[in-house]
């Protein structure tokens, strides 16, 4: 059987056409944290002396954590394409891939690896060169990052936070073994309303899709269990 392995897509924008930068996990985590946190309940209005305490103020919030183990000595056993970067520079460049989400958008599009993504959309023929790099992202924007777990989850985040554990080293002092736990915040849809670039409906619509998704499989889960909790009722 095979296994889907996690992933990181982070889409470039290059003129007209994204380019993603796919960050495959090496091995999926064996565990996750998956937490939620109910927003604040609004102030009470002028006319009323206490605020409704079941309303709020929007979406609850999201966050996934997660350890992630990088191992060198592993790609280069696979024999891969991957196995002459892996003797070169061990696990450093997908640890450098990781740390790269943390920064703004203007790090990469006008950045070495903006430039790469943008000569592949040209070879592609689908845009790109130096003249296709957006230049329309402020410099303190991030780029749009989608977390996909399997079918069911594919949802826009953000990476809040980035914890890198080297372990063993080569001659040169690359990691060549390291663990990586991850923190990511869900982008609820206040938060995509504030993307305005040309892949902001990336965002949304992976969003709308695990909505939909979990609304479907909650909706089954009360179909299946209806019977027992109608006997319950004390009506």
């Known amino acids: 059987m095979t296994f889907l392995r996690g992933a990181l897509v982070e889409f470039i924008p290059t003129n007209l056409i994204p380019i993603p930068n796919i960050i495959v996990f090496q091995y999926n985590p ?25 309303a709020v103020n929007g979406d609850p919030g999201e966050s996934f954590t997660f350890t992630l183990c990088l191992d060198a000595a592993d790609s ?49 023929g689908l845009g790109g060169g130096d003249e296709g790099i957006h230049r329309c992202i402020p410099a303190n924007y991030l780029n749009t990052v989608l977390f996909v777990w399997g079918p069911g989850r594919i949802v826009p985040v953000r990476v809040t936070a980035l914890t890198i554990n080297e372990k063993l080293y080569d001659e040169l002092l690359n990691p060549t073994k390291a663990e990586v736990q991850i923190t990511l915040k869900v982008l609820t849809r206040q938060d995509l309303a504030h993307d305005t670039d040309i892949l902001a409906a990336v965002g949304r619509t992976a969003s709308d899709y695990s909505q939909g998704l979990r609304k ?10 209806a019977e027992s909790v109608l006997g319950m009722l004390p009506v």
């Open 76 to 124: 280069i056993a696979d024999g891969t394409v991957s196995a002459g970067l892996a003797q070169v520079s061990g696990v450093y460049s997908r640890i450098a891939a990781l740390e790269m989400l943390l920064y703004p958008a203007e790090a990469t599009t006008s950045g070495l690896l903006g430039r790469v993504t943008a000569a592949i959309g040209g070879a592609l």
């Open 216 to 225: 479907a499989l909650a909706v089954a889960n009360l179909i299946n269990t």
């Open 30 to 54: 064996e565990t996750m944290s998956h937490a939620w946190t109910q927003p604040d309940a609004p102030s009470a209005g002028p006319n009323e002396t206490t605020a409704n305490p079941l």
